[in-house]
């Protein structure tokens, strides 16, 4: 009776006799082996693996991994796992692959909190402050009003703009906005006295569709803030001397998306079906040719840690040194990863160091409308106008899972910090909470009454999600 | 009317009137006078031919000042136009697939006197004679009690015919529609919707239970191919319409929804 050969059965899952001992490779999240053969006992559980590789990868907070083996979880010890692949032989190494898990858990958002009245037309574009206690919502009506969010009443309307507020951006300390409109004209708000600083800013010949301030690693007073327009061209503007720095004539067609990449580059996405990447002289570094149709919007694999930089969970002052330890150790040495999302109904990863992508990700069966990165890159989840959501692998591309639920075009998506759930909006007026480690609907919000524009989760203590729609009302949501 | 420039030479080598400035400016001056004598005097022919040139006139010299003011004017804020949407939505044309039920249609319904209204209120009455042809049966035809219906009905998917010896009303098929053209009288667009079933017809109780379709039945329709959703979350499905035309004669159904 070879004891090392007999399999015991248990509830139909054969497991490995306890003092079996298994070879190991450790790989980290972009596939690289961290460790080769550790050779462990099929009993270790979680926590002896943490320890383990919390002394091989040498961190220094008490950063807690969860480990994986061909996308399926390690719960209990290693020998559930092994069960649960049944080509695995012991003669192999198993590989197991370890990601960083965020040491906060976010409640799911299950219900409305506050309908806020008072904008005049649809409401167009949605940002929360990044510690969530202010929320900025711009509208069709020219104003944008700013609301408090301990207690779910207006705190200001500033007026300054002459046409629709079509998207607005706070600066990474938070002190600024800066929005554009359909005039194409730049406004720059200061928060801490609500007034607009000097006047509007011209340039833009057509609209303005989004904008871009300088990350606070590169600049640590946030002095740059780029826009893009339908004309074609980025203008960098400095908020000190509100006068245009630089102009880019990026694009012959409308650029629809522009990000400020932690890395000093400014990607455009454009609807001459080409992604630019410049640098802030204005020189084109790289241009990202592949889709075959309007690139409707790009992320970045560091948008939220280029959004949250200086402040941190529990600490409402500004820390500006942090947010270039954040990000380094958000890129650990990597290039910054780009996804886009075009109407050819087709995702692309990319790096801005090629010109063609790493990956293309098929499926969609429509115009592929937003892209979101969650907030520790491992995920993407695209919206598309087929009214479905998917989730991708962020390092690699692959496809995971298809979100089915709504009833119309799903618009905007936005994920929570601890990068769990996350949330659509739609046009036909509902918000879904979707789970990630269920791949499935977690809960059904409804209460709009029409097409719901936009849709931000607050990043730091991310107990709040507003929306804002058609119907001209700011919904404010919460567990 | 000078046939050639012997003017201008005489001038150029003899000069001009001393006072040839002033005379001129004087006529000038007299212009406007004449015109409006002319204006006011003119009759016939003569006067509408004036009258077409003047106003044209006018019209130029009213722009010209316009134009001329234009640096005065302050910068009109241009008008803001209704219709607000997202940066995502503004290069694409949205056919407005359709609106969903919205709390105000909701109040105003609720508070207007006729809630029940439908876009036609009133049907002339129909007679037993247009609706039925008389269908003679037995050995010697002489039984009439079959009647066929002339007019377009709906059946629903699980009908069955009555055994023909005791049918009473014969629906023909090539009178039986499943679908109906359905108009969103706010959006103005118009969907082949599938028929769920026949609410009310005006002409009579009985019309109804037969599933016959005239001008102003109320019918029930499938509307899932719309997306419309309730503020509380759920899909709405089916909705009323009021069929506006006249079905039998046209070979189609047109109806309005009722939002």
């Known amino acids: 009776m070879d004891q090392t050969k007999k399999k015991i059965k248990t509830n139909t899952i054969t497991l490995l006799p306890p003092d079996t001992r298994v070879f190991v490779t450790l790989f980290n999240p972009y596939g690289e082996e961290a460790q080769k053969s550790l050779e462990l006992s099929v009993n270790t559980t979680k926590e002896e693996l943490q320890q383990i590789l919390q002394s091989l990868v040498k961190t220094e907070e008490d950063q807690v991994y969860t480990f994986f083996h061909n996308n399926i979880e390690l719960v209990d010890t290693l020998n559930q796992l092994i069960a649960s692949d049944p080509e695995y032989k012991l003669e192999n190494t198993f590989s197991l692959t370890y990601h960083p898990q965020s040491l906060f858990r976010i409640q799911p958002i299950t219900r409305q909190t506050?309908?806020?009245?008072?904008?005049?037309?649809?409401?167009?574009?949605?940002?929360?402050?990044?510690?969530?206690?202010v929320l900025a919502t711009g509208s069709g009506d020219t104003t944008i009003r700013l609301w408090d969010m301990l207690t779910e009443t207006p705190i200001a309307t500033l007026k300054g703009h002459r046409n629709w507020v079509l998207c607005l951006a706070w600066s990474p300390d938070c002190k600024y906005i800066a929005s554009g409109s359909h005039d194409g004209q730049v406004c720059i708000w200061d928060v801490e006295t609500n007034q607009l600083k000097g006047q509007p800013l011209i340039g833009h010949t057509k609209?303005?569709?989004?904008?871009?301030?300088?990350?606070?690693?590169?600049?640590?007073?946030?002095?740059?803030?780029?826009?893009?327009?339908?004309?074609?061209?980025?203008?960098?503007?400095?908020?000190?001397?509100?006068?245009?720095?630089?102009?880019?004539?990026?694009?012959?067609?409308?650029?629809?998306?522009?990000?400020?990449?932690g890395q000093g580059y400014i990607y455009t996405a454009s609807e001459d079906t080409t992604i630019g990447v410049w640098n802030k002289s204005g020189k084109r570094v790289q241009e990202l040719k592949g889709h075959g149709h309007w690139v409707n919007s790009i992320a970045l694999h560091t948008d939220y840690t280029l959004r949250?930089?200086?402040?941190?969970?529990?600490?409402?002052?500004?820390?500006?040194?942090?947010?270039?330890?954040?990000?380094?150790?958000?890129?650990?040495?990597?290039?910054?990863?780009?996804?886009?999302?075009?109407d050819d109904q087709t995702l692309m990863l990319w790096e801005y160091t090629s010109s063609k992508p790493k990956v293309r990700m098929t499926g969609h069966q429509q115009q592929v409308n937003h892209v979101q990165f969650s907030p520790d890159g491992r995920y993407i989840v695209s919206a598309s106008f087929d009214k479905s959501l998917r989730i991708w692998d962020g390092y690699n591309g692959n496809w995971i899972a298809t979100l089915r639920g709504h009833v119309g075009s799903v618009y905007q998506v936005s994920w929570s910090s601890d990068s769990r759930y996350m949330l659509s909006a739609s046009k036909d007026s509902t918000l879904k909470l979707w789970s990630l480690q269920?791949?499935?609907?977690?809960?059904?919000?409804?209460?709009?009454?029409?097409?719901?524009?936009?849709?931000?989760?607050?990043?730091?203590?991310?107990?709040?999600?507003?929306?804002?729609?058609?119907?001209?009302?700011?919904?404010?949501?919460?567990h | 009317m000078p046939q050639h420039d012997y003017i201008e030479l005489h001038q150029k080598r003899f000069g001009k009137r001393l006072d040839t400035e002033e005379r001129a400016r004087k006529k000038a001056a007299r212009q406007p006078h004449e015109l409006a004598e002319k204006a006011q005097n003119l009759k016939g022919l003569k006067a509408?031919?004036?009258?077409?040139?003047?106003?044209?006139?006018?019209?130029?010299?009213?722009?010209?000042?316009?134009?001329?003011?234009?640096?005065?004017?302050?910068?009109?804020?241009?008008?803001?136009?209704?219709?607000?949407?997202?940066?995502?939505?503004?290069?694409?044309?949205?056919?407005?697939?359709s609106k969903v039920l919205t709390n105000m249609l909701k109040q105003k319904r609720q508070e207007k006197a006729g809630k029940w209204d439908v876009p036609i209120a009133k049907v002339k009455q129909m007679s037993e004679g247009e609706m039925f042809q008389v269908i003679e049966s037995g050995k010697r035809k002489q039984k009439s009690w079959k009647r066929r219906i002339n007019k377009v009905c709906f059946v629903p998917e699980t009908f069955t015919r009555k055994p023909p010896k005791f049918e009473r009303y014969i629906r023909p098929t090539g009178l039986r529609f499943?679908?109906?053209?359905?108009?969103?009288?706010?959006?103005?667009?118009?969907?082949?919707?599938?028929?769920?079933?026949?609410?009310?017809?005006?002409?009579?109780?009985?019309?109804?239970?037969?599933?016959?379709?005239?001008?102003?039945?109320?019918?029930?329709?499938?509307?899932?191919?719309?997306?419309?959703?309730?503020?509380?979350?759920?899909?709405?499905?089916?909705?009323?319409?009021?069929?506006?035309?006249?079905?039998?004669?046209?070979?189609?159904?047109?109806?309005?929804?009722?939002?």
Not at chain 1, 114 to 133: M, S
Not at chain 1, 208 to 216: C, D, F, G, L, Y
Not at chain 2, 82 to 92: H, I, K, N, W
Not at chain 2, 207 to 227: D, F, H, M, P, Q
């Open chain 1, 114 to 133: 506050a309908a806020l009245e008072g904008h005049e037309q649809p409401v167009l574009c949605v940002q929360f402050r990044t510690h969530g206690d």
């Open chain 1, 207 to 261: 609209w303005v569709t989004s904008i871009a301030w300088q990350p606070m690693h590169l600049d640590e007073e946030c002095t740059l803030v780029a826009s893009s327009s339908k004309d074609g061209s980025v203008r960098i503007w400095s908020r000190t001397s509100l006068s245009c720095l630089i102009s880019i004539n990026a694009h012959q067609k409308a650029i629809t998306k522009m990000l400020w990449g």
């Open chain 1, 438 to 478: 269920k791949k499935k609907l977690a809960f059904d919000l409804p209460g709009h009454a029409d097409e719901v524009y936009a849709v931000d989760w607050a990043p730091i203590g991310g107990e709040k999600a507003g929306s804002g729609g058609k119907d001209r009302r700011v919904k404010i949501w919460r």
């Open chain 1, 308 to 342: 949250c930089a200086c402040f941190s969970e529990g600490n409402i002052e500004i820390n500006r040194k942090q947010a270039k330890v954040l990000y380094d150790k958000m890129l650990s040495g990597k290039n910054e990863r780009l996804v886009s999302a075009s």
């Open chain 2, 48 to 97: 509408k031919m004036f009258n077409k040139e003047r106003f044209k006139e006018k019209a130029l010299m009213k722009k010209q000042m316009l134009a001329h003011e234009e640096k005065d004017i302050e910068v009109n804020v241009e008008d803001v136009k209704d219709g607000a949407v997202p940066t995502y939505l503004l290069d694409r044309e949205q056919q407005q697939q």
């Open chain 2, 178 to 259: 499943k679908k109906a053209n359905v108009t969103h009288p706010e959006l103005k667009t118009t969907f082949s919707l599938p028929l769920l079933g026949v609410k009310k017809n005006p002409q009579s109780a009985l019309y109804t239970t037969l599933g016959v379709i005239t001008k102003g039945t109320v019918l029930e329709v499938n509307v899932s191919e719309l997306g419309l959703v309730t503020q509380t979350g759920k899909v709405i499905w089916s909705k009323y319409a009021q069929v506006t035309n006249n079905p039998e004669l046209d070979g189609c159904i047109n109806a309005t929804l009722l939002v």
